[in-house]
């Protein structure tokens, strides 16, 4: 009896310990899979708040000058977004010497290692040392606060 028992603890042990290992197995590939998809994965930021890219679509973003600390100076941005290219368009509301309606810069929306979000030119881009501001690499887009980076 004792036997038979301990067979059944046993079997139902190994069960619910199976299917709770099943459940850890199916959501941990499912959330690989949700961050491992493609460039356009959630992402988390040192203060844990997600961050994603937009849906496909026109957006009005600030400028901001790395030079002058991130300031806009009235400076605006149209962000085309379709898959996972973007372009950036000069919307003519400031003092550039960009025309309004001229491509500032298009390209690939990457998640550099640093963690920010860059305008690359090829997916290698992302192990890239220097990016945005004035370093002459792949420009820095901040989707969070609605910025494109500039020198």
Same mark, same amino acid.
């Given at each position: 009896?004792?036997?038979?028992?301990?067979?059944?603890?046993?079997?139902?042990?190994?069960?619910?310990?199976?299917?709770?290992?099943?459940?850890?197995?199916?959501?941990?590939?499912?959330?690989?899979?949700?961050?491992?998809?493609?460039?356009?994965?959630?992402?988390?930021?040192?203060?844990?708040?997600?961050?994603?890219?937009?849906?496909?679509?026109?957006?009005?973003?600030?400028?901001?000058?790395?030079?002058?600390? =991130? /300031?806009?100076?009235?400076? !605006?941005?149209? +962000?085309?977004?379709? %898959?996972?290219?973007? &372009?950036?368009?000069?919307?003519?509301? =400031? /003092?550039?010497?960009?025309? !309004?309606?001229? +491509?500032?810069?298009? %390209?690939?929306?990457? &998640?550099?290692?640093?963690?920010?979000?860059?305008?690359?030119?090829?997916?290698?881009?992302?192990?890239?040392?220097?990016?945005?501001?004035?370093?002459?690499?792949?420009?820095?887009?901040?989707?969070?606060?609605?910025?494109?980076?500039?020198?």
């Amino acid at each position: 009896m004792k036997k038979a028992s301990f067979i059944l603890l046993t079997t139902i042990l190994f069960s619910c310990s199976s299917k709770a290992d099943k459940s850890r197995i199916e959501n941990s590939e499912s959330s690989e899979i949700a961050t491992n998809a493609d460039d356009r994965t959630t992402e988390k930021d040192s203060s844990d708040t997600t961050l994603a890219i937009p849906a496909d679509g026109e957006y009005r973003f600030d400028v901001a000058f790395a030079e002058w600390e =991130g /300031k806009s100076m009235g400076e !605006k941005v149209t +962000v085309v977004i379709q %898959g996972d290219s973007v &372009k950036v368009i000069y919307a003519g509301d =400031g /003092k550039l010497t960009a025309k !309004k309606g001229e +491509v500032l810069d298009e %390209g690939i929306i990457l &998640k550099h290692k640093s963690g920010d979000w860059i305008i690359g030119r090829n997916r290698e881009d992302v192990n890239l040392e220097e990016i945005g501001g004035c370093t002459g690499g792949p420009s820095m887009i901040d989707f969070k606060n609605k910025k494109y980076w500039m020198c």
